[in-house]
């Protein structure tokens, strides 16, 4: 069963949907317990990293992250979600993330071409590093995925496993061990998508 | 590189799609979540789904849709038809909508917008805007392209993104339904005017349409159509082959 965490932020229906869609149970839920039992976690999460970080600390949930990762279940990131794995994000100030993976989060303003959109918000293909992470072994260099985000991990080369061009290759994914993230959305990525999550629920 | 996105829109009424539609092994074409399903498959890159219904019933039937499609399709879907408030976005976005579409609902409450923006942020919040010339001007027209609001709608655009707006989706009434291209000259005026994502709307004929969207407006992101798609006139597997073809960067 994979655990989706809730902690107010976001919504989570079509995260569920999709790993119907694979059939796999997932619930969405702020139990302890239930999480405990869990075989995998996911840490979802939209919107402002501060409000988000601080909602994920006062449910407690942040906590409930930190021991199941110890115990070495297989944990995802996504979008937001990910970016709070890492040290701390410059969005809006400075905040302390979970420090799971080495790097910190900060604005693509003024690291890209001006003549470029922000959000960097679309579809765009995926390039893997030398040796392609297991996660992506449903899917080939060059599929798309779907991304909407304006800010992006950086100081984290030990543990990225995927880039995405957009004038400068950004973060697409990572991976420490059991944890992992995905700055882009695979429940809105079609069928690419969903065969990352498929992966990941045979990690 | 971000790929340029081709987005069916299926307008929706008492449950129903509208315009009829004929494809060969869909087995109810006026279905949406058959419909949406099948656009997926086909490689669309986003959904439009806009809802025309007037009756609470017909409504209430629209989310029972939207929720059915969002379970089952997993791209990007936006919603739009009937957002006048604050709890429409709530209503739609728990049924699995991305992104909300306004378009009267702005006009007439113009604060719609940036409260939108705040609570769920800027790239939820797509303008949809009909424009006509009026005497060489571009004016915004309200309630399905009937009205003429008055308003410029090149600073209305404008206004909007300053609220919050992420993208726009610009309808040129003027090419609309004439099947001779899109509204090169409008969308063009859009683009300079703003640094959202635009989105073309109104007048696509034939794939030929699209390339020359691209080719001569690389700022536009999206090329939006209705009836093309839903009467087969375009296979959109085989229109993105073709922009692929020409050079343009497409998601495969």
Known sequence: MIAIIDYGVGNLFSLKSSFAKISEDAVVTSDRKIIAESDRIILPGVGAFEDAARKLHESGMDEAVYEEVEKGKPLMGICLGMQMLFDKSYEYGEHKGLGLIGGSVTALKGKIDPSLKIPHIGWNALSFRERKDELFKYVDEGDFVYFVHSFHAIDCDDAVIATSEYDINVTAAVRKENVMGCQFHPEKSGKTGLAILKAFCEI | ?252
């Open chain 2, 1 to 252: 590189m971000i790929a340029k996105r081709i987005i069916p829109c299926l307008d929706v009424k008492n449950g129903r799609v509208v315009k009829g539609v004929n494809f060969e092994g869909l087995s109810d074409v006026s279905n949406p979540v058959t419909l949406a399903e099948y656009y997926s498959d086909c490689g669309a890159d986003e959904l439009v789904f806009y809802d025309i219904t007037a009756s609470f019933e017909g409504r209430a039937l629209f989310t029972d849709i939207l929720t059915e499609t969002a379970r089952n399709v997993f791209i990007p879907l936006t919603v739009g038809g009937g957002i006048n408030t604050i709890e429409d976005f709530d209503r739609v976005l728990k049924c699995g909508a991305d992104k909300v579409s306004v378009n009267s609902g702005a006009l007439r409450n113009p604060s719609l917008i940036s409260e939108a923006a705040k609570k769920y942020g800027d790239q939820c919040v797509v303008l949809s805007v009909d424009v006509k010339r009026v005497d060489g001007v571009f004016r915004v027209f309200a309630k399905g392209g009937r009205e003429n609001t008055g308003r410029e709608a090149i600073s209305w655009i404008k206004q909007c993104v300053a609220d919050g707006a992420g993208e726009i989706v610009v309808n040129s009434i003027d090419t609309d339904g004439v099947k001779k291209g899109f509204d090169l000259e409008m969308l063009d005026a859009v683009c300079n005017a703003v640094s959202v994502p635009v989105i073309a709307s109104g007048g696509a004929g034939s794939a030929e349409d699209f390339v020359t969207l691209f080719k001569t407006l690389p700022k536009v992101d999206a090329g939006l159509a209705a009836s093309i798609f839903h009467f087969g006139e375009v296979n959109i597997k085989d229109l993105k082959q073709k922009l692929s073809s020409e050079g343009i960067n497409m998601r495969i």
